[in-house]
């Protein structure tokens, strides 16, 4: 199939009347939004969904996010409440997805068979944009191939999706570089963090949400364990080489980096240690990770590091371990998957 690129100009509707059109009819697009790509199709088509699994090369009963241009438009294609409505004033159009109770307006392909939905209405004007024009909710998983990491530019997504979707909107950058925070809403109107996110739990908390933390978000599933979010069944994120995290001061991690027999070895280090890393680690390559105390940076740069550290033709690719407070929860979650929760702790 011949991808089309579509560029931006200043009228941006006019820029987007194509796409639309292929989303209107079924097809697929690239579009970028504030958190990672999404890979677009009507997300009241089943054979559009279908479509989409097979894109990206994943399992259908892993359901996709359907995309909304506006937090009302929900009522459509699901059972709200006041606590869905709350949480729309709060955050949305943002980096949140709510799971609810799903009208029968979602095809089951697209909901990989449950009978809830998740719903998000995005900040990026190119996304909004897209859906309106559409006229229909826009069904999209991360445009990456399934278990490599998600992308966060044109680059990104030429590497994965060009020749497998109709068109590829050329974007900026994703902003924050992780995708949303995912939320169920219980029948008791409290919530479950399914998936962490830029919004957090204690945002969420200090706004007077009852909320509680999944155990997938943290832990590795039990043998026969069911996932209250089918994604976090699979390996994910993952680079070709192996992540490796290592828990323990910096002079321990250089140790155990300068003793492991690997041969092309690398290192995400903090940008105040970058000249130190080098010097310590020689025959390593040395990756900058952003400030130490920067988690929004280093959120922001994970998956685009993975991806040049296979790009490079590395083997084995080190980090710390994060702390879990903030943002930090949404990276830890990230790097522990990429790892297949290979955390070594010297
Ligand atoms: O930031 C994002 O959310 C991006 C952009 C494109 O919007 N999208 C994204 O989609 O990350 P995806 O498909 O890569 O991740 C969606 C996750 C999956 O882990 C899926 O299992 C879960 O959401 N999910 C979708 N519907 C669900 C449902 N009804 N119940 C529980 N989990 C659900
Ligand atoms: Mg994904």
């Known amino acids: 199939m011949e991808t089309k690129i579509v560029t931006l100009d200043t009228e941006l509707e ?21 958190t990672v790509y999404g890979l677009g199709g009507d997300a009241t088509s089943p054979s559009a969904a279908e479509k989409i699994y097979r894109a990206k090369g994943r399992p259908s009963d892993n359901p996709l996010i359907v ?3 506006h937090p009302c438009d929900a009522e459509n294609f699901a059972f709200t409440s006041d606590v869905y409505y709350s949480l729309a004033k709060d ?44 006229g229909v909710p826009i069904a999209a998983p991360s445009a990456n191939l399934s278990g490599s990491p998600s992308p966060t530019n044109l680059r990104h997504v030429l590497a994965d999706m060009n020749g497998r979707v109709d068109a ?26 399914l998936r962490p996110g830029k919004i957090t739990p204690e945002e969420l908390f200090a706004r007077g949400y009852d909320i509680r933390i999944s155990d997938a978000v943290t832990d590795e599933l039990k043998d026969g ?43 995400f280090s903090y940008e105040e240690d970058l000249e130190e890393s080098k010097s310590k680690l020689s025959g390593v390559r040395i990756y900058n990770f952003g400030k130490k105390d920067s988690k929004e940076e280093q959120a922001h740069r994970l998956f685009s590091l993975l ?30 998957r990429a790892a297949a929760h290979k955390i070594i702790r010297l």
């Open 14 to 34: 006019k820029s987007l009347l194509l796409p639309a059109k292929i989303i209107k009819e079924g097809g697929l697009v690239v579009f970028p939004t504030e």
């Open 225 to 267: 364990e069911v996932a209250l979010s089918p994604g976090l069944r699979y390996k994910h994120y993952a680079p070709k080489a192996n992540f490796v995290l290592l828990e323990g001061t910096i002079s321990k991690i250089y140790g155990y980096i300068n003793n492991d027999i690997s041969e092309h070895r690398a290192f």
């Open 67 to 69: 995309h909304i241009a």
């Open 307 to 336: 991806r040049d550290a296979d790009e490079d033709g590395c083997d084995t690719v080190f980090a710390a371990l994060p702390e879990k407070d903030g943002i930090g929860l949404a990276l830890y979650n990230r790097m522990i």
């Open 168 to 193: 590829i909107i050329d974007g900026s950058e994703s902003e924050i570089g992780l995708e949303s925070t995912i939320v169920k809403l219980n029948d008791d109107g409290s919530l479950t963090l």
């Open 91 to 134: 955050f949305m159009p943002g980096p949140l997805t709510v799971i609810l109770k799903a009208k029968p307006s979602i095809p089951k392909e697209t909901r990989g068979g449950l009978d809830t939905v998740a719903l998000r209405c995005p900040e990026n004007i190119v996304a909004r944009t897209l859906i309106k024009l559409a």
